[in-house]
Structure formats: C-alpha cells, structure tokens
C-alpha cells in the first residue's frame, strides 16, 4: 500500500470517528485486565562468548521492570488496572529500521559508546515488527490489547503509538497501516536501560494524549508544553476539567492544581520535580473527584509531597490524582482510567 492511500485510509477513518454519535456513557466502575504481549530485543553482541546486549551493559531486566510497572499501575489505580502478560517473546536480533538498516552488534556497540553517530531514521520498521509477530490478528481476535516492545536506546521505538480501526495520535502518530485491524490497540516502547521511572512516564504522555482528546483539550496540552518559553497564564479562561488538573502554578499563579506529567504544581521547566519553592495548589482534592470543593482547597505544597525530585515517585503521584470514580460528569466517565487504558472504549461526548 502506498503511503499517499495510507494517509488517505487514515483520514477517512478520523472523519468516520469524529461523527460517528458516541452511545451514553454508564460510568459503571468496571475493572480492567488488559491482555499484553511483551516483546524483548536482546541481541546476542559477543558470538564467542554467548554474551547478550543487557548483560554485556549491564542493563536492566525487563521482566523485572515489567513486574514492577505492573504493581505500580495497579497500585496508583487502585485496584482498577492489573495488566496480564499473556506471552513475552524474547527477539536476538535488532530491531529493523524504516529505510531497512539493522545495526550490527559493532555498529551499535559504536554508537552507545558516542564512537560514530546513529543511524538515520531512527524509527523502527513497525510495518514489518507487526508482521512478524502477527499483531493485527492477534488483536483482532482479543487474544492481546496491547504490545510492550522492550529495547536499548536507539532501537526506534515510540514512547506510545496506536493502531486498529479509527486510530489516533497517542504521543506519536497513528500507525497509518493498521485500519483493516478493527479493535484499537497501543504499542508501548520501553527502554531496559532506564527504570521503571520512565515507563511510568510513557503511560503518563498516553494517558495526557487520550485525555486531551476525551475532553478536546488537545491544544491545550500542546500549549502547556509550547517549548523555550513560559506559557501564558490561563487567568479568566473558562477550563474544562482535565484543563484544570493540568494547572501549575506558572500557567495558573496561586491556583496550581496537580500538573502534568513533565511539570509538578511547582515546577518552573520540564522535569523540574524536586523544587522545594511552594506553591498554592489543591491537588488533593482531586483525590475526592468528582466532590470537588467549592472553593478549591489550596494549600502551600513543595516536592517533598511528591517524592522529593525522584522521577518515579512524582509520576506514581501524578497517576493516583487521575478521577477513578463511578458516575459521569458532563457525559464523561469520573473513571479516567478506562479511557487511556482501555483504548477501545468510545471517547466523544454526545
């Protein structure tokens, strides 16, 4: 297929989406077991000795951070999410790269150690990953809802993406050669170099990315992360609800609520998360959501309420402030969660 008729399905498929009438949404707080095929590539980068890329590093074991993804996701849901690895499929080879390019043990080795530049693109060949390991049946038949790929760093893979019928942005673009799939599914890239932290990271940009969209608040996230310069503040601007959870203190002086996933209700840059300067900020009332007071409950907080600079902590802060509630409010579930985790579920108001 050419990519011109790709854009082209694509396209179709977003007008078919953004008028097709959302049914009423129930708000039953549901449990979710998402079914996951995690995928790892480990190649093998020393022949004679048998010695594979995580143990010739010294990385990270990825079932070892997929266990502990797993706790922290159920823990900071509250029971409501307990991922399922269903089969994990261990790959020794590297990934294949859009143009075709596979690194060599050598070449790659080259690159870690800063001794030649990478390759590029360095996009991962997703046509050909989802090929080889049959996704878009496989999801077709529920047998899976998502895919966690786990690589080195210049291994090409996106943060998240999203495939199937009537896919969309997902902190990346739609995988533009899924539409004849007909569930939606999410492919999570994840880095055995780095931590559980970064992992938890990923799902916050996904679950931002789903959430703007649920609450058309898309270019209101793009605005909160506008670089190279501080936003305006949102003083007297009418805020939907996930607008007003993004709040932090430099967009919304004295009236911070929990932030995003790069920016804590104190934070003057990105990824500033151990600032001890406090702010006023209610995101503990979000906590309660959908009782939120009136007026909101400001109290002076630092980054001592979310981990004192460490990245995994702030993220397992941010995720436990997500609504997880039954009921609905402005025909939206107050359970956040199944939006972003069940990709699946319709996402438009009526």
Known sequence: MSTASSWWSFFLDWLTDLFRPAP????????LRPRVLMITWNPVVDAARGTTLINAMHWNDPQQLAAAYIADVHECSEGLVDYQIVQHIEVDTFPVK????????????????????????????YDALL??????ARVARAEIDEVWLFGGPYFGFWESTMGGAHAFPCN???????????????????????????MLEN????????????FRAESFLYWTYTPNRVPPTV????????ERFLCFDQIAPGKANVGTIHYAPNSPT????????????????????????????????????WGNG???????????????????????ANNWWKYFIDVNQPIFQP
């Open 24 to 31: 009423p949404e129930q708000g039953d707080l549901v449990p």
């Open 98 to 125: 859009q143009d075709g390019f596979c690194y060599t043990p050598h070449e790659y080795i080259a690159v870690v150690h800063q001794q030649r530049p990478a390759h590029t693109p360095d996009t991962a060949d």
């Open 131 to 136: 090929a080889q390991f049959d996704i878009l």
């Open 172 to 198: 990346s673009a739609p995988l533009i050669n899924t539409h004849t799939c007909p569930r939606r599914f999410v492919v999570m890239g994840f880095s055995y170099e780095r931590g559980v932290g970064e």
């Open 203 to 214: 799902l916050g940009h996904r679950a931002e990315a789903i959430l703007a969209r649920v």
């Open 235 to 242: 003083s007297g601007v009418a805020l939907n609800l996930f």
């Open 270 to 305: 990105d990824y500033a998360w151990g600032v001890m300067t406090p702010v006023l900020s209610c995101a503990d009332d979000w906590l309660h959501f959908p009782n939120l007071p009136t007026p909101p409950n400001y109290r002076l907080l630092d980054a001592r309420a």
């Open 310 to 332: 460490d990245a995994r902590a702030h993220h397992k802060w941010w995720l436990a402030h997500l609504p997880k509630a039954a009921g609905v409010t402005n025909g939206i």
